[in-house]
């Protein structure tokens, strides 16, 4: 029977371990009040969640209802820059028939929006209505890389994180005061949190890791360290490694070899298990150690590093078999429309990253489609025929190319035709894998 591991109180409740707003992978257990699970929640928890809101929405997470994340930009069209607008994609600004946004246009006022909204308002004509050129529209975000990752908030949510998937995977049911109360006051606020988060700034784990840890993924371990603690290394989002100190063992760990297991929940929801090593060499290095220091000045010297690889992170769309469903399902839909009105900035949803990803692998698949190996899974197949890992970036001159070949391909007529190959394709695929 489990009591809460906070506090030994016997009023659960299901506790996420890694929140839903951060992972496709669900983890939960009923071992945490409901009074600690509130206080977790209110007091640091949706704060962090809610300052990676933009990159949330790049990884195609959504909110509990299935509905898009917004998150709050700038957009520039056509020269024009209008303030903090509500978005969640292109298509949520170029088909809102509701919203006009105020802006302003060499010193003068003007509202930006749907032409027949603007026709509604008093006094508004078609002369002074201008059309405004959307091609080269830019949605322009700002933040702080350090508010992201080293916040108090974050640190917090990380230990949180941390400490419950340690008891959930060593079955740990109830709040153990003599080994635990150190971990359970910085949670709970009482202690300052970077005693116990730091980030890890050792190459050998980055190199260790580099093809296991994927962008949106978390990966979890637990180590013994020379220094007698235990620690949870937490790999968050293929971005950035933390080391939280669970508990102190009083029992060094002198051993040269270690093997580690890794625990990966993907943001498609897929959970694995793979094990891995550190040998050190020589008697002078140190022996089972991840270097870390001070989250603030690790993202601070660096800053070049996280920069870039969020970058990546909003470039990339990340390709697993589920997501690329729900992709097709998008697109499906669409067609529909195409069907109609023959609109080719609707079907790839005004130049969006993942439509114009999604169109080209499938145009890819089919092209490929003998070499494509029904025994083998999606993401295999992916790495033969695309000699890549399981992520697909695209840089802006790559997509400006590729998006004028489709612009050819509508011209003549025949885009559909090819879209409909690859989706059949797609489901064929899809229901292969998935044994329907
Ligand atoms: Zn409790």
Excluded at 271 to 299: D, H, N, W, Y
Excluded at 311 to 329: A, G, I, M, N, P
Excluded at 348 to 360: A, G, H, L, M, P
Aim: aromatic content about 12%; some cysteine; charged content about 25%.
């Amino acid at each position: 029977m489990c009591r809460c591991i906070y506090c030994n109180s016997e009023d659960l409740s299901v506790s996420d371990i890694i929140s839903y707003a951060l992972t496709g992978a669900k983890l939960t257990k009923k071992f945490v009040c409901h009074k600690h699970n509130a206080f977790t929640n209110e007091n640091f928890e949706k704060t962090a969640i809610a300052n990676l809101v933009f990159f949330r929405n790049s990884l195609g997470l959504t909110e509990r209802t299935g509905n898009d994340i917004k998150y709050k930009a700038n957009l520039i069209i056509d020269g024009i820059t209008i303030p903090n607008v509500f978005v969640s994609n292109r298509a949520s600004i170029y088909e809102d028939k509701k919203r006009l946004f105020p802006a302003e246009q060499d010193g003068k006022k003007v509202l930006i929006g749907n032409t027949d909204k603007l026709k509604q308002k008093q006094g508004v004509t078609d002369d002074n209505i201008k059309i405004l050129d959307i091609k080269d529209s830019i949605v322009s975000v700002t933040f702080s890389i350090e508010k992201l990752f080293a916040s108090d908030e974050m640190l917090r949510t990380i230990s949180k994180i941390a400490y419950e998937w340690y008891c959930y995977t060593n079955e740990i049911n109830n709040f153990l005061p003599e080994t635990y109360q150190d971990i359970v006051d910085c949670i709970l606020m009482k202690r300052p949190v970077t005693e116990f988060v730091e980030i890890v700034v050792d190459g050998n784990l980055d190199y260790a890791l580099k093809d296991i840890c994927y962008l949106g993924s978390h990966g979890l371990f637990e180590y013994i360290d020379v220094d007698g603690y235990k620690y949870v290394i937490l790999n968050f989002w293929g971005i950035v490694y933390y080391k939280i100190r669970i508990c102190n063992l009083n029992n060094p760990n002198l051993d040269l070899a270690n093997y580690y297991n890794l625990y990966l929940y993907g943001i498609d929801g897929e959970k694995s298990q793979s094990c891995f090593g550190t040998l050190r060499v020589t008697e002078t290095v140190e022996k089972s150690s991840f270097v870390s220091m001070p989250a603030t000045q690790a993202i601070q010297q660096f800053h070049k590093v996280y920069t870039s690889k969020l970058e990546q992170l909003v470039k990339t769309t990340v390709l697993t078999l589920s997501k690329t469903k729900d992709c097709v399902d998008s697109l499906r839909k669409s067609i529909n429309a195409y069907q109609q009105y023959h609109d080719f900035a609707r079907l790839v949803e005004y130049e969006d990253n993942e439509r114009v990803s999604t169109i080209r692998l499938l145009l890819f698949l089919v092209e490929h489609k003998n070499d494509y190996a029904m025994d083998k899974t999606f993401n295999e197949n992916l790495k033969g025929l695309y000699k890549i890992e399981d992520t697909l970036t695209v840089t802006v001159e790559e997509k400006i190319e590729y998006l004028k070949y489709l612009l050819s391909l509508h011209e003549r007529d025949s885009l559909l035709n090819i879209i409909a190959d690859g989706i059949e394709f797609f489901d064929k695929i899809y229901a292969n894998e998935k044994g329907i």
